[in-house]
């Protein structure tokens, strides 16, 4: 018998009829009987009339008390006045309410197992996932043509981008080749229109043209500092390892696929977000984590298999 279990018993006494003992005991109810019998002043013996084997006795006790407190003679003792009933009367009562705590305790122990089985399944789809999220970064570690492939989108987001940014050095400096010449025309015209001879006049024209001129011939130095920046990117450049390439399509917001098992995943950084999504049983998902790839693909590939 575990720990927790034990019996509820009802004793009857001839020299108080109808007052009825209710309570539990871990030992023998017969025991427990004699005990009350010496233990009391009340003349006679306590007998039992009936006695239960149950499981949680005093939770069980308690419940029992509970459902019979409007027949309890004081709210802490064990005796209980049934008001003339027959002891047959409370012990179909006992029944019935045992048989009822029997279900409650059945539904619970239930909810118990259903719970544990949960996380068992849990824990096992964990172990599943992990395992095949491990086997997809090593299929991707080693698959030269998908690297190449990751590699040259590098490259060609990388080149685009430095076209861009010369394009706008180049509008930059046609603006000031264009305010260099104004300026230049404005001066002259100024100068022979008021027939300006001051020294200043001169002095700040020339600052101001050297200015812009400095602007418009630094324009070279700017476009190879463009091209310096992004060369790191392009193609000769580039490593051929998966992991050092990552952290370059973060940077450029490079989404990547990668397959785990038959699930097409694509990968995104943005910032420390990783955002992934994919197409699983025909419905899409998107979802986004913060903290290692490895890590978030796991969590993603359990939410997809549990939704």
């Not at 309570?23 to 030992?27: A, E, L, V």
């Not at 076209?163 to 050095?169: H, Q, R, S, T, Y």
């Not at 940077?251 to 490079?254: A, V």
């Given at each position: 018998m575990a720990n927790d279990d034990g019996y509820i018993y009802i004793l009857t006494n001839k020299f108080v009829p109808n007052i009825y003992k209710i309570?539990?005991?871990?030992?023998s109810p017969i025991e427990r009987a004699r005990e009350i019998s010496r233990a009391t002043g009340v003349a006679g013996k306590w007998e039992v009339a009936r006695d239960w084997p149950v499981n949680e006795a005093y939770q069980t006790e308690q419940y029992i008390f509970a459902e019979f407190k409007s027949y309890r003679l004081d709210k802490r003792g064990e005796m209980f006045d049934f008001r003339g009933k027959e002891v047959e009367y409370v012990i179909k009562k006992m029944d019935?309410?045992?048989l009822k705590k029997q279900h409650k305790l059945k539904d619970y122990i239930e909810k118990l197992y259903k719970e544990k089985l949960e996380v068992q399944n849990r824990d096992r789809l964990a172990k599943e996932v992990v395992a095949e999220v491990e086997k997809a970064l090593v299929t991707e570690r080693l698959d030269s043509n998908y690297i190449s492939r990751i590699r040259r989108t590098i490259d060609r987001m990388s080149r685009e981008a430095s076209?861009?940014?010369?394009?706008?050095?180049?509008?930059n400096?046609?603006?000031l080749e264009i305010y260099k010449y104004g300026t230049l025309a404005v001066g002259a015209i100024l100068a022979v229109w008021f027939n300006i001879e001051s020294f200043v006049y001169y002095a700040l024209f020339a600052?101001?043209?050297f200015v812009l001129y400095s602007f418009t011939t630094n324009n070279e130095d700017e476009i190879k500092k463009v091209h310096h920046k992004h060369s790191w990117y392009y193609l000769e450049n580039l490593s051929q390892d998966i992991d050092v390439l990552k952290p370059i399509m973060a940077?450029?917001?490079?989404k990547r696929v990668i397959y785990i098992e038959k699930t097409k995943v694509s990968v995104k950084a943005d910032g420390k977000t990783i955002i992934l999504s994919a197409i699983y049983n025909e419905k899409k998902f998107n979802q986004s984590y913060s903290g290692d790839e490895k890590s978030a693909l796991v969590e993603f590939m359990i939410y997809l298999k549990q939704a």
């Open positions: 309570g539990y005991t871990k030992r019935n309410l045992l076209l861009a940014e010369i394009e706008v050095v180049k509008n400096s046609k603006q600052i101001v043209f940077k450029l917001k490079i």
